[in-house]
């Protein structure tokens, strides 16, 4: 069964950068897919940004574009979300995810199968 594991979260003041990874093992070959979503107090779980790890096809949530990075590491079988220009608002618990459901969206959180425990990212202003 295939296991993730976040690291890389913390506090930052507004501004600032974060990069977080998720290594993924346990299964006998890599995730198709992986993303990064997000949770704080009270609202539901949103997308960050989710990969097509075969074909490198990227979605994001319109809230980081242009400001946060996802990548993919074949050989590691690693995702990583590069967070620049960071605000109060991307304050959350941020969940690595993996395995789309078949005929799954990148960006529904409810169609990944496997999950991270997830990493806290707090930004101060």
């Known amino acids: 069964q295939r296991q993730l594991v976040e690291s890389g979260g913390g506090s930052v003041q507004a501004g600032g950068s974060l990069s977080l990874s998720c290594v993924a093992s346990?299964?006998?070959?890599?995730?198709?897919?992986m993303g990064w979503f997000r949770q704080a107090p009270g609202k539901e779980r949103e997308l960050v940004a989710s990969?097509?790890?075969?074909?490198?096809?990227?979605v994001y949530s319109d809230s980081v574009k242009g400001r946060f990075t996802i990548s993919h590491d074949d050989a590691k079988n690693t995702a990583y979300l590069q967070m620049n220009s960071l605000k109060p608002e991307d304050t959350a618990m941020y969940y690595c995810?993996?395995?789309?459901?078949?005929?799954?969206?990148?960006?529904?959180?409810?169609?990944?199968?496997?999950w991270g425990q997830g990493t806290q990212v707090t930004v101060s202003s």
């Open positions: 995810a993996a395995d789309l459901r078949f005929g799954g969206n990148l960006a529904q959180y409810r169609d990944f199968k496997t």
């Open positions: 346990g299964a006998a070959y890599g995730p198709d897919s």
């Open positions: 990969i097509a790890t075969f074909t490198g096809y990227t």
